[in-house]
């Protein structure tokens, strides 16, 4: 089976016009029927017929099976692509979460140095869910996520480094700032500044929010941490962010929630089943997992 008619035809598929697909490979449109007869010849199935009173092409359901499987043959074949360019390299590409990033890159990065590691390595800045959807694509190598919830991913290998809490986080001049712990319902009232999509945060503040049957208000939301932070302080609205986030250095406080049953940021390590390891990336793995046993022991 030819590489290159798979491609025809899932553009064939997409666009469900000849014409339009040979321009796209800038090809001619003979060179676009044979694909898709060689293709049917040789799984001996109808794959498209024409609809000729609508003017149109019809995916039969053969067809509609090929389209799943071209489509995953093809992403394989760039991810393969990927990993055997990335092989001939001397760097690794290395996904953190800027959250993330900021509490533990700078002592991190002090293990690889001493490992001589550092100017191996190629740091990608992104939440949690564009790294994640990276990983997959083959455009890093390895990535420490946040998820609230185990990372469940059989085209992935995951291991769980550190499991942190959720906090409520407000300015000091706020009435809730000498509170202990709260409970999510009690901010019934309250307006929110929240981190965006591209981060893991929304999913557990949604969580919450349906366990305690409330539909929270929420003002604002971006990608800029220090830009919440400073709305914050300035009391335009409260956060809801994992622990690690917060610093004495922001003068915001940070208070833990009393809810029985309430989502984890869990911070894990993230690279590609299929992906073999070069003994860069061997070595980083290890230097990651010796230095986040030093912050479970700290923290305990």
């Given at each position: 089976?030819?590489t290159?008619d798979?491609e ?17 490979f800038q090809?001619?449109?003979p ?14 199935a ?28 093809l ?27 900021n509490?533990?890159?700078p002592?991190?990065?002090s ?22 959807g ?29 499991d942190?809490?959720?906090m409520i986080?407000?300015?000091?001049t ?6 202990q ?15 965006n ?5 929304p999913?557990?503040f ?27 302080r ?31 940021f ?17 070595n ?6 010796q230095f ?9």
């Amino acid at each position: 089976m030819n590489t290159r008619d798979i491609e025809y035809y899932v553009q064939i598929v997409k666009q469900k016009n000849f014409t339009k697909v040979a321009k796209y490979f800038q090809v001619s449109q003979p060179t676009i029927t044979y694909a898709l007869k060689r293709l049917e010849k040789e799984l001996d199935a109808v794959l498209i017929t024409r609809d000729r009173s609508h003017h149109e092409l019809v995916i039969t359901p053969a067809g509609k099976q090929l389209f799943i499987h071209a489509q995953s043959i093809l992403q394989e074949i760039k991810m393969a692509k990927a990993e055997i360019t990335q092989l001939q390299k001397k760097k690794l590409r290395f996904g953190m979460p800027p959250i993330i990033g900021n509490e533990y890159f700078p002592k991190l990065s002090s293990y690889f140095i001493k490992s001589q590691l550092m100017d191996q390595i190629e740091i990608t800045d992104g939440g949690s869910r564009d790294l994640y959807g990276m990983i997959h694509q083959g455009r890093i190598d390895l990535a420490i996520l946040g998820s609230t919830q185990p990372i469940i991913d059989q085209k992935l290998e995951i291991e769980l480094l550190l499991d942190k809490r959720f906090m409520i986080v407000v300015a000091p001049t706020h009435p809730f700032a000498d509170r202990q712990t709260i409970s999510f319902s009690d901010l019934i009232a309250e307006q929110f500044v929240l981190l965006n999509e591209h981060y893991v945060h929304p999913a557990a503040f949604k969580k919450l929010a349906k366990q305690a049957h409330i539909e929270p208000k929420v003002v604002y939301q971006s990608n800029d941490l220090a830009i919440l932070k400073s709305m914050i302080r300035e009391n335009i609205g409260i956060g809801f962010l994992t622990e690690i986030a917060i610093h004495p250095e922001d003068h915001l406080v940070s208070i833990p929630l009393s809810d029985q049953l309430q989502p984890h940021f869990l911070i894990s390590l993230a690279k590609r089943t299929q992906q073999i390891p070069t003994p860069l990336q061997e070595n980083v793995v290890e230097v990651i997992q010796q230095f986040m046993k030093t912050q479970k022991k700290n923290k305990s």
